[in-house]
């Protein structure tokens, strides 16, 4: 078609090769394509092997993502494997996002993902009231075949390339995002109550006495997250409570199943597609201030040094005193008179940040920044965003609580999930200190660093 023009960005790459590719002409591989906005695209094998270049020609049968077996029928001009469609064992695409065209009595998609180098026709009386120019959505009535296009029909109009927010609404497509919840999880959140009522918190440690606080930027609008402090004896005693979900979304119901297939909340500049429903994500699950809560609690006991002692874990019932932004408390901080549980929050991320240096841990400090746009919510400018004590604050505090719960499940020998870090290669350990070594450096230890636990 005459629409391949620059709208054909270059994004797509070449996976790098792992094990060389098969070297029989005559063999074969499965896997997943990938294709690239040039038109060509490559076979990613499921055994890791090397990846095989499909040329145009082959990739016009198939799309991105689609799964298939490939005979190796040679290799190009760079020594790359090339190989010639077998069979497609499965699509992957069953709609596509992008914007509508009209050339000679043509209607066709020119999808907005360009790994996706062929244009959809829209045969007539398909289009539905979508005008050319326009950004829609198009389900396909029929794949693509290596004499044929993809012939598709709209089902969605977004709206134009210009408008504000034109481009969330094609990533949520363009990645297959949910983003509206199925009626059962409606129905299931519509049946929760407004707030916490008086029978909920009779089961739970009554903690709506002390003074907890929730501390996040100042476009936030759902509080996961509580703390609060005091000194106790010699040290200190340190909470962290976390939004109870679990008492309002039961294992395998319409929200815990909704909530599966999301995975996480998904944040865009100017909107957020929850996990959750907004009545839990911003209500009852959210930690607001003057309201009760149900919690789950780690009360920690810390020494002096800021060595965690004793923990527990329970579920809660909390009252937030105050939303706080980091920039308020840091404000607060610096300039004096913060009241409690401040200034007793600040001892302990000081003698948290000490503890964590003494044993080497990494302190990844990394540039955040912030969007900004006008009143027609077009992007205005990207500004830095200043890190301060009130961000470490709170990361150290979470980090306890999430020391503890390691230790807690490795105790009890439960199966979890680990963000853990494989141990350094020997030689490249060597090659460091010698590259050290050059510099009149020199770095200490072993060979291996030592063993850690999940408590570490």
């Known amino acids: 078609m005459a629409a391949k023009t620059a709208r054909r960005l270059s994004r797509g790459r070449n996976p790098p090769p792992r094990r060389a590719p098969p070297s029989d002409a005559r063999a074969q591989a499965t896997g997943r394509v990938e294709g690239h ?17 499909l040329p145009f020609a082959e990739m016009r049968q198939v799309l991105h993502g689609d799964r298939a ?13 090339q190989g010639a469609i077998v069979e497609v064992l499965e699509r992957a695409q069953r709609r596509i996002v992008g914007q509508l065209h009209a050339e000679h009595g043509v209607t066709f998609l020119a999808p907005a993902d360009k790994r996706i180098a062929q244009d959809v026709l829209v045969p007539p009386g398909e289009a539905g009231r979508a005008r050319p120019g326009q950004v829609v959505s198009v389900e396909l009535i029929a794949q693509p075949t290596r004499h044929a296009q ?15 927010g034109i481009e969330v609404e094609i990533a949520l497509r363009k990645f297959d995002l949910p983003h509206e919840f199925p009626r059962r999880a409606q129905a299931l959140a519509a049946k929760l109550p407004e707030a916490v009522g008086p029978q909920e918190g009779r ?25 609060c402090a005091r000194r106790e004896g010699k040290g200190f005693r340190l909470w962290v409570a976390i939004a109870d979900v679990s008492h309002y979304v039961r294992h395998g119901d319409a929200l815990d199943l ?33 309201v009760e809560r149900l919690a789950i609690a780690c009360e920690m006991t810390l020494t002096r040094q800021g060595a965690i002692e004793r923990y527990e874990f329970y579920p809660a019932l909390i009252r937030s005193q105050a939303r706080l932004t980091y920039e308020g408390v840091w404000r607060q901080l610096q300039q004096g008179g913060a009241t409690e549980p401040l200034p007793m929050l600040y001892e302990i991320f000081q003698r948290l940040a000490e503890q964590r240096g003494a044993r080497g841990a990494i302190d990844f400090d990394t540039l955040a920044t912030r969007m900004e746009f006008d009143a027609h919510g077009r992007l205005r400018r ?17 980090l306890a609580a999430n020391v503890c719960a390691g230790a807690f499940l490795a105790g009890r020998e439960h199966p979890t999930l680990y963000r853990v870090h494989d141990v350094p290669a020997t030689e490249k350990v060597r090659a460091l200190r010698d590259f050290l070594a050059e510099l009149g450096l020199q770095l200490g230890g072993g060979e291996r660093p030592p063993s850690c636990s999940p408590s570490s």
């Open 203 to 227: 089961e739970r440690r009554d903690l709506r006495a002390l003074p907890f606080v929730t501390i996040d930027g100042e476009s936030a609008k759902d509080f996961d997250d509580a703390v």
């Open 150 to 164: 993809p012939i598709g029909r709209v089902v969605e109009v977004l709206g134009h390339h210009a408008d504000a």
């Open 37 to 53: 906005p040039d038109g060509h695209g490559f076979l990613v094998p499921d055994d890791g092997t090397a990846s095989i270049l």
């Open 258 to 290: 909704a909530a599966r297939e999301r995975g996480t909340s998904v944040y865009f500049p100017r909107r957020v597609i929850p996990m959750l429903p907004e009545k839990l994500s911003n209500g009852l699950c959210s930690l607001n201030p003057q």
């Open 69 to 81: 077996t490939v005979r190796v029928t040679g290799s190009d001009t760079r020594g790359r494997a």
């Open 382 to 398: 990207i500004v830095p965003e200043a890190r301060n004590d009130a961000h470490r604050l709170i990361e150290e505090c979470m």
